[in-house]
């Protein structure tokens, strides 16, 4: 079964201070690794896809990569408006031959000025 | 561009009550989902459906109905509504099935007493 682990639970980092959230996956042929960002009271929304190992994305602040096991959100100097939840998902194949998209709980980020 | 629209934000019903949560996108999405999200837990998948009348069961269908009369709208039905389906729901759509990212609604808060 596909397994995704996202840690730590939370982090409060000073506004500036840079740090990287992990994300842990078990999938048998991942398809796609997807990172969103969810405010209190929102819908997630897309971030970044990843498809192969050593790939890596980036966008203002934040940098996605991605090992055979693990990715890593890499958040520079951030600023209070980076303080959200950020989830984690692995696209797989199932044994019906369609694919599943299976989510991490997340690591809430709060960003301190 | 209103993106995914879901209706109402907040309800309460009474355990037995029915209900129909709304669900509407405008970007022309041929995928569409229907996602809970509780504490401590990763988005689960209710129902999808890959295009107009074709609907299939995701990882937590008991209790829950859905129909899709046309590519916009994909409303989820409950039955009879019981304590254990309090939570936040949330309706995608993706351009299709795989390696496409989801675009969220702001979700459904529901609470049954």
């Known amino acids: 079964e596909d397994q995704v682990t996202q840690s730590p639970e939370a982090l409060r980092l000073q506004e500036g201070e840079s740090s990287s959230l992990n994300c842990s996956y078990t999938?048998?042929?991942?398809?796609?690794l997807f990172w969103y960002r969810q405010d209190p009271g929102k819908g997630p929304e897309f971030l970044f896809t990843?498809?192969?190992a050593g790939e890596e994305k980036e966008k203002e602040r934040l940098k996605a990569t991605l090992t055979k096991k693990e990715s890593f959100l890499h958040i520079t100097a951030p600023k209070p408006e980076d303080s959200a939840t950020y989830l984690c998902?692995?696209?797989?194949?199932?044994?019906?031959?369609?694919?599943?998209?299976?989510f991490g709980t997340g690591t809430r980020l709060t960003i301190i000025p | 561009n209103a993106g995914v629209t879901q209706t109402p934000k907040f309800q309460v019903l009474k355990t037995g009550q029915s209900m129909t949560l709304q669900c509407a996108q405008d970007?022309?999405?041929?995928?569409m989902s229907w996602y809970r999200q509780d504490p401590g837990m990763g988005l689960r998948l209710i129902h999808y459906?890959?295009?107009?009348?074709?609907?299939d069961q995701g990882e937590v269908p008991n209790g829950y109905n859905v129909s899709r009369s046309t590519t916009e709208d994909f409303p989820l039905r409950l039955l009879s509504a019981a304590p254990s389906q309090t939570s936040v729901y949330f309706c995608?759509?993706?351009?299709?099935?795989?390696?496409?990212?989801?675009?969220f609604g702001n979700g459904t808060r529901l609470t049954v007493t």
């Open positions: 995608a759509s993706s351009l299709s099935v795989t390696n496409s990212p989801l675009h």
């Open positions: 999938v048998s042929g991942l398809r796609g």
């Open positions: 990843l498809y192969s």
């Open positions: 998902a692995v696209q797989g194949p199932t044994a019906f031959g369609n694919e599943k998209l299976t």
């Open positions: 970007m022309n999405h041929e995928y």
């Open positions: 459906s890959v295009g107009a009348g074709i609907t």
